[in-house]
């Protein structure tokens, strides 16, 4: 790969770890808000919150949830950028093989080619 396209890749992946840790930063906040919250709604004897308590409850969920696949999300962003360090960028971590340009423009943090991503999944499934 040339250098040029690394650069271009490292500065994609670096934008999107910002994008991600913001985006995480303040899930965080919710969640320890929602936990603030809940330990306010124990002392009340009369809630009038009975109604939200199932929504909150869900939001709270799906924000754990949402911060769980960022954080794997993360990980997978910080991987690419260290194999954008140690030359092995672009390279299936699998067979070796370069992995498509097209396919790295959409996935720029994949560690897989087509080929063996298929494939893992057909193990999977
Ligand atoms: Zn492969």
Redesign the pocket.
Same mark, same amino acid.
């Given at each position: 790969m040339r250098k040029t396209e690394l650069q271009r890749f490292r500065k994609m992946l670096e934008d999107e770890k910002a994008r991600v840790m913001r985006s995480l930063a303040q899930h965080e906040k919710i969640i320890k808000h929602t936990d603030d919250q809940s330990g306010l709604e124990l002392g009340k004897a009369h809630s009038n919150h009975m109604a939200d308590q199932g929504s909150d409850e869900y939001q709270y969920e799906t924000t754990i949830k949402f911060a769980n696949t960022e954080g794997r999300y993360l990980y997978n962003i910080e991987e690419a950028l260290g194999r954008i360090e140690d030359g092995s960028y672009g390279k #299936?971590q699998? !067979?070796g093989?370069a992995i498509a340009l097209p396919r790295l423009k959409r996935l720029p943090y994949t560690r897989? #080619?087509i080929? !063996?991503k298929e494939q893992e999944e057909a193990q999977q499934a």
């Open positions: #299936c699998d !067979c093989k897989l #080619c080929e !063996c």
